[in-house]
């Protein structure tokens, strides 16, 4: 894999990953305002803006375990941080109005 295309495989997974965030948090809004067709939309598409991201890193791994050099430097640091977070924040969302709508029955 060129350095480019790593870059490319990169910058995907942080693109993907923040804008899963951005719809997790428009989800939320969605909620709130009790749009919950909106919300369910807005978490199938972080979902696979994840799947996505996911699968870009997947790639990456498998370049790596084949025994190719996969530098570890700031931007692939970024990533998968972002990417790790997005997921986290989607699932703890999913989670909390879980919670929210048991505790409201």
């Keep these: 894999m060129t350095n480019q295309e790593r870059e490319v495989l990169i910058m995907a997974m942080v693109a993907n990953s923040g804008e899963a965030?951005?719809?997790?948090?428009?989800?939320?809004?969605a909620y709130l305002a009790e749009d919950t067709e909106r919300m369910e939309a807005l978490f199938e598409e972080a979902e696979a803006l994840l799947l996505s991201a996911h699968q870009n890193q997947t790639k990456l791994l498998q370049h790596y375990c084949s025994g190719e050099e996969v530098?570890?430097?700031?931007?692939?640091?970024?990533?998968?941080?972002?990417?790790?977070?997005?997921?986290?924040?989607?699932q703890y969302t999913k989670r909390i109005i879980t919670l929210i709508d048991k505790k409201l029955k």
């Design 21 to 29: 965030n951005a719809k997790t948090y428009d989800a939320m809004d």
């Design 71 to 90: 530098p570890m430097d700031v931007l692939l640091t970024h990533a998968m941080d972002i990417c790790a977070n997005a997921a986290n924040q989607l």
